[in-house]
């Protein structure tokens, strides 16, 4: 009887009842429940999925960027090279003629608002101290910079070289936030407008590309100008790079954040990047 008994319910184990005409809880369970699961399972396989593809999305950026970050730390210390091997006579001859490079440009005398970085020698950059007194002399408009903060820095406006003083850590020539002359802040460029705006850089393609040192001063200018000038319906100013021969490349390498110069005025003819000359 015992043995009967185990018989009947292995039997009926094997066809889903616990007990003869009855079904199991699992068996009875709406079919619309196990759907569900099934979305449930579905839906975290995708959400799973899509954290993967996420990871590795970011993985490859951040991958990417490292590369980017090692090819302009090698591109700069390549042309800080060749600037070092310049001796000073040699940066100021070619700078010499770098600048009648610009000033014998045929728009120049009709430039009259002038944004341009003061050279410092310790930088070995083209130099533009002569090229600042020549602009006040001609009674340009003349707008020089000042750091302000991190990436952060203004163009204000200059009556004479004198209003000029070192500023640290390198000691560039940078003006006063006011103007001792008359006790108020000097004009910004960004509020007065700008046709010529003379940047520096590491190097420069031929395509406008520029590299600068690492501080992000210019690009983060840059852009908030051409923004602003496009808000206003303004025409925007003509961004060019001043450089030595060694420092235009064939190609230079670049983020997104990075922005192109429209001419680069070389101690040869001007490179005209954008059609913009």
């Known amino acids: ?5 185990r018989v009947e319910q292995s039997i009926q184990r094997e066809n889903g009842s616990s007990r003869p005409g009855c079904r199991t809880a699992t068996a009875a369970a709406p079919a619309g429940a196990s759907a569900g699961r099934g979305r449930k399972s579905d839906e975290g396989v995708s959400v799973m999925r ?12 951040s991958a ?10 090698s591109m700069r210390a390549d042309v800080r090279s060749k600037l070092k091997a310049m001796t000073s006579e040699q940066a100021r001859e070619e700078s010499r003629e ?6 014998s440009w045929n728009m ?5 608002r002038i944004g341009l970085y003061v050279s410092c020698p310790n930088l070995k950059e083209v130099e533009t101290q002569d090229l600042l007194r020549i602009c006040l002399d001609m009674k340009k408009d003349c707008f020089v910079p000042k750091l302000t903060g991190k990436r952060e820095m203004q163009m204000l406006k200059v009556a004479d070289f004198s209003d000029l003083r070192p500023a640290p850590p390198f000691n560039i020539l940078e003006p ?10 000097r004009p910004e460029a960004m509020d007065e407008g700008l046709d010529l705006l003379l940047v520096p850089g590491l190097a420069f393609s031929a395509e406008g590309k520029r590299l600068g040192r690492g501080g992000g001063y210019y690009d983060s200018y840059i852009e908030k100008l051409l923004q602003k000038s496009s808000s206003e319906g303004n025409e925007r100013p003509l961004i060019a790079g001043l450089a030595f021969s060694c ?4 190609d230079v390498p670049c983020d997104s954040h990075d922005m192109e110069v429209d001419a680069i005025f070389t101690a040869a003819d ?3 990047c954008k059609g913009k000359l």
Do not use: C, W
């Open 108 to 112: 120049f005398s009709n430039v009259k």
């Open 98 to 103: 770098v600048l009648k490079s610009l000033t």
């Open 247 to 250: 420092q235009v490349v064939p």
């Open 1 to 5: 009887e015992n043995y009967r008994r």
């Open 50 to 61: 899509s954290v993967a593809r996420m990871a590795k999305s970011v993985a490859s950026v």
């Open 64 to 73: 990417n960027q490292e590369v980017l970050k090692g090819r302009k730390g």
């Open 270 to 272: 001007p490179i005209d």
């Open 176 to 185: 006063d936030r006011e103007d001792p002359a008359t006790g108020k802040h």
